[in-house]
């Protein structure tokens, strides 16, 4: 198939991270076409997936960029700092932070675990994993949760350009839940929607005989039915924090966040930069040079755009935006609280959770800590098998 790329440059030149010109973004897409390096790309590309919303053209740019990560991860293989920042090693920021867990959240974990998937199913990510707390109001409590960190969907592989290992996780859910009765499979993680709807089965050929829906559409059905009421509702103004994902699965996807949240009572608002050119939590942009610094740097820069909102507090929908966010919120001084949109829909419910974000993001960052930034000066790489 011909590469319907026009090299008109609106990918790039609307990314807020790379600051180029079209004439500039042309140039650095050429040299992605040819196998080049890319001068731009390389030293500011934060993986954010907003190029593929900018494109006019339909050519996905951030494919390419992906296969110029793929490229070089197959010549130079990855730091060794980066194995703790890697969900499937066997100590890992996610592994940590589960030690951490208070017992009835390691009990919920472990439920979890053993739970067969059937029926109308949620499937728990890694990050919802490690703040399951969030499911605590009931409003899932028609669902069976069934999943563990063995069943990542190996998004984070895919951010990296690592496509060899995206393709066997594919293969393995594929294989897994091939045999499994289930009815439907709901998804509360933006990244694990997205990887299971579209990524595995369109590019790497999972294949999948259920439906697959967001949360969201979840949530509009049981209150169309009156099944789901929030006898409570908020008031206050929240900044919106959208996903990465979001961005690629279009405006409808980000309306329903703030439809939703006018429905519970609350006011929405943007910030400077918000939608399709919003700001990354971070924790895409520490894939494509497995830099700590530079997720630190991309998450203090939306801290400081959020504080200058006009909202009482951070919301989003997405967990690993949550933590990420919560994370770095503990190195800032007088930023805007997070919180996210499961936490928010259980106090207009009249069934709060309690907050424990702080607790999960001091383990997350102790763990980062204590495992990754001791290597951080290494030059050892390695290739994962």
Same mark, same amino acid.
């Given at each position: 198939m011909a590469n319907p790329c026009r090299r008109c440059g609106e990918c790039l030149?609307?990314?807020i991270y790379l600051r180029l010109t079209r004439d500039e973004a042309a140039i650095e897409m050429r040299r992605l076409d040819e196998g080049r390096p890319t001068p731009h790309l390389d030293r500011k590309c934060i993986s954010c997936m907003a190029c593929n919303a *900018?494109?006019?053209?339909?050519?996905d740019p951030y494919d390419r960029i992906l296969h110029h990560l793929y490229a070089r991860y197959l010549s130079h293989g990855l730091p060794s700092r980066m194995r703790f920042m890697l969900p499937t090693e066997a100590t890992s920021f996610r592994t940590e932070v589960l030690k951490t867990l208070p017992a009835d959240e390691k009990a919920l974990v472990q439920q979890w675990a053993s739970n067969e998937p059937r029926g109308e199913m949620l499937y728990p990510s890694c990050n919802l994993i490690i703040s399951s707390f969030l499911t605590q109001s009931g409003i899932f409590d028609d669902l069976t949760i069934a999943g563990s960190l063995e069943l990542c969907c190996g998004e984070m592989y895919?951010?990296?350009g690592l496509f060899d290992l995206t393709r066997s996780f594919a293969d393995r859910l594929t294989a897994y839940y091939a045999d499994k009765s289930i009815k439907r499979m709901i998804f509360v993680c933006p990244a694990c929607y997205?990887? *299971?709807?579209?990524?595995?089965?369109?590019q790497f050929g999972a294949r999948f005989d259920f439906p697959r829906i967001f949360y969201l559409d979840y949530l509009r059905e049981r209150m169309e039915r009156g099944a789901l009421t929030f006898p409570e509702p908020l008031s206050g103004?929240?900044?919106?924090?959208?996903?990465?994902q979001g961005r690629v699965l279009g405006p409808e996807f980000m309306d329903q966040v703030r439809d939703l949240l006018r429905q519970i009572g609350l006011t929405p608002v943007e910030a400077r930069y918000a939608r399709e050119e919003g700001l990354c939590c971070g924790i895409a942009a520490g894939a494509p040079r497995q830099s700590v610094m530079d997720l630190v740097k991309v998450s203090t820069w939306a801290h400081n755009e959020y504080g200058h909102s006009s909202g009482e507090q951070v919301a989003t929908y997405c967990a690993g935006c949550?933590?990420?966010?919560g994370a770095t919120g503990m190195l800032l001084p007088g930023g805007r609280p997070v919180t996210h949109l499961l936490a928010l829909l259980a106090k207009a419910m009249g069934r709060p959770v309690e907050d424990r974000l702080d607790a999960r993001?001091?383990?997350l960052?102790?763990?980062?800590v204590r495992h990754a930034l001791p290597r951080y000066l290494s030059f050892d790489r390695f290739w994962i098998k």
């Open positions: 030149s609307r990314c *900018f494109c006019p053209h339909g050519a895919y951010r990296m997205n990887m *299971f709807a579209h990524i595995l089965p369109e103004k929240v900044v919106i924090h959208d996903s990465c949550f933590l990420t966010l993001a001091r383990a960052l102790l763990g980062i």
